[in-house]
């Protein structure tokens, strides 16, 4: 089927279409005259008359559909977008406090055993206490020796005195 055919065909058409309606809107209107009936009949088909949209009224219908669906789309997309950030941005605070109260956490174990280190600290003894002690360890040893070497010197002078007056006693009897 060739073009000119097709639109031929799709005039008649829309040419029976317009002439059906108008025949059926005129009969409701015009139901009590015969007359003005047949004459519709007869008249034939007007013309649709389409109000013609001009190039730039419809170039700015379009300019401004398009900007509204564009910036609704964008608008949209900048939503989304800031959902996705503040959802983002609130983990991100979350882990930071968690990560805090973790530190805040080590860092009071820290304190305790600082604390407890000093605790001991004081109450321990230094090298030079130790040294100290030590020294008076040996002089106290020391002289714990000298006497017990004293105390065995007199024990032995005791003996010697026991045996040598034993001795004497022995060779004289006395009865």
Not at 18 to 46: D, F, I, K, Q, Y
Request: with cysteine.
């Amino acid at each position: 089927m060739s073009i000119a055919k097709a639109s031929s065909l799709s005039r008649c058409l829309q040419i029976n279409v317009t002439r059906n309606a108008l025949t059926h809107s005129h009969r409701r209107l015009l139901m009590t005259t015969s007359s003005l009936r047949n004459e519709t009949a007869n008249v034939g088909t007007p013309a649709v008359q389409k109000k013609p949209i001009g190039g730039f009224r419809g170039g700015i219908v379009g300019f401004l559909f398009g900007f509204s669906l564009a910036s609704s789309f964008a608008a949209y997309q900048l939503l989304d977008e800031y959902k996705q950030a503040s959802a983002a941005l609130q983990a991100s605070v979350e882990e930071l406090k968690l990560s805090t109260q973790q530190v805040t956490t080590q860092v009071r174990r820290i304190e305790a055993v600082e604390k407890d280190l000093k605790a001991l600290s004081d109450a321990s003894a230094s090298k030079e206490d130790i040294s100290r002690v030590r020294a008076e360890m040996k002089k106290l040893y020391d002289g714990l020796n000298v006497e017990l070497l004293d105390f065995r010197a007199h024990v032995w002078g005791i003996q010697q005195d026991v045996h040598a007056l034993t001795k004497k006693n022995a060779t004289s009897v006395r009865i």
